[in-house]
T-cell receptor, first 114, second 115 residues
Framework: DSGVTQTPKHLITATGQRVTLRCSPR?????VYWYQQSLDQGLQFLIQ???????AKGNILERFSAQQFPDLHSELNLSSLELGDSALYFC?????????????FGAGSRLTVL | GNSVTQMEGPVTLSEEAFLTINCTYT??????LFWYVQYPGEGLQLLLK?????DKGSNKGFEATYRKETTSFHLEKGSVQVSDSAVYFC??????????????FGKGTKLSVKP
């Protein structure tokens, strides 16, 4: 157990729907990152929060949004889902955001869009 | 831009064989370099890291040396075990919009070790 908790583990939904993925970071970690893992694109950075504030955006679609709450958990909202959004979504956390800091990953949420 | 290229798999080896997984990078500045490992059904775990040129990261018999002159960070292990079967990702950190710590990953190399 890495200490990073992601729910749900699996989610099956239909095109056009909206889902929310949840992440609880490791105790003491202030920074949360979201990544998307798919067969064709590999691991793509989506977005990062640090202590409740957005710090960096990667290849995140406009249909996706995220936030980090005062208790430091984070949610990734995916809307108007398309077949191509089917992927494994990982959350990671770290104590800070320095160049050499280590990310601790959760086990992922597998999203299937039918 | 910043990128990581690693050898495509899958790589299949017999137990006790020597392992090399090549990784090269393109980056501005001086990134930190990492190897992460993903076992089936799990998230990524840090295997080792190096933060400056000529640093050698090592863990569990794996090692990699940060070579600035060849922009490489190849992963090696002298004698692999069946339990090393996993997907290995090379990654670099970058300075992104003022925030450091975001990682750019290679596409991953799947390793299968046969008894």
């Amino acid at each position: 157990d890495s200490g990073v908790t992601q729910t749900p583990k699996h989610l099956i939904t239909a095109t056009g729907q909206r889902v929310t993925l949840r992440c609880s970071p490791r105790s003491g970690d202030l920074s949360v990152y979201w990544y998307q893992q798919s067969l064709d694109q590999g691991l793509q950075f989506l977005i990062q929060y640090y202590n409740g504030e957005e710090r960096a955006k990667g290849n995140i679609l406009e249909r996706f949004s995220a936030q980090q709450f005062p208790d430091l958990h984070s949610e990734l909202n995916l809307s108007s889902l398309e077949l191509g959004d089917s992927a494994l979504y990982f959350c990671a956390s770290s104590v800070e955001q320095g160049k050499a800091n280590v990310l601790t990953f959760g086990a992922g949420s597998r999203l299937t869009v039918l | 831009g910043n990128s990581v290229t690693q050898m495509e798999g899958p790589v299949t080896l017999s137990e006790e064989a020597f392992l090399t997984i090549n990784c090269t990078y393109t980056a501005t500045g001086y990134p930190s370099l990492f190897w992460y490992v993903q076992y089936p059904g799990e998230g990524l775990q840090l295997l080792l890291k190096a933060t400056k040129a000529d640093d050698k990261g090592s863990n569990k018999g794996f090692e990699a040396t940060y070579r600035k002159e060849t922009t490489s960070f190849h992963l090696e292990k002298g004698s692999v075990q069946v339990s090393d079967s996993a997907v290995y990702f090379c990654a670099l950190s970058r300075n992104y919009g003022g925030s450091q710590g975001n990682l750019i990953f290679g596409k991953g190399t799947k390793l299968s070790v046969k008894p």
